[in-house]
């Protein structure tokens, strides 16, 4: 369970605080990523390591994950699911194995609870201090916005397309 906080007017004009409590079912729900509690979030080394002998890793199989390492269809693969899942804020060439779970599944086309595991680092991160929650600020605000619905937004905030 996530707490967070946040202001509000209340019906007098005044500013209220808003405790705003969440976990892995809301995320779950408001990311739709179409797993489940009981999908695995470990996959079996082998069949990761296998895996990755078939998209053409180079590298040692007991060393580590660089993406340069791969073949160039699952490089770029590897180089989106690192940026958009990533909990760090640089090394984007090494991949972790929860990373590396994430695509051996999703090559494999197997179940991955994907929810828990962000939830996870989420929370993690949020324990850390220094600002290191901010590492996921568009799934918290995915968050906010659906457990709170009428939130006030400012217009110059808001990226038209």
């Known amino acids: 369970m996530i707490y967070s906080a946040m202001r509000k007017k209340d019906e007098n004009g005044q ?12 995320l779950r729900r408001v990311l739709e ?5 009981k999908d695995p979030t470990i996959i079996p080394k082998r069949l990761c390591k296998g895996l990755w002998c078939r998209m ?7 060393g580590k994950m660089i993406k340069t390492m791969f073949s160039k269809p699952y490089k770029f693969m590897i180089h989106c699911i690192l940026h958009a899942l990533s909990h760090r804020k640089g090394a984007y060439d090494e991949t972790s194995d929860y990373i590396m779970n994430i695509i051996t599944c999703l090559v494999l086309n197997k179940p991955y609870n994907v ?10 991160n949020v324990g850390a201090g220094n600002g290191k929650y901010i590492m996921y600020p568009r799934f918290i605000q995915m968050m906010i916005d659906d457990l709170i619905k009428d939130i006030p ?6 990226l038209g397309l």
Do not use: M, P, R, W
């Open 33 to 37: 990523l179409g797993d489940f509690d």
């Open 15 to 26: 500013d209220a605080d808003l405790e705003i409590k969440f976990n892995v079912g809301d």
């Open 115 to 124: 929810s828990q595991v962000i939830f996870n680092y989420l929370v993690e």
């Open 56 to 62: 053409g890793f180079t590298g040692h199989l007991n």
């Open 153 to 158: 937004k400012d217009d110059d905030d808001i």
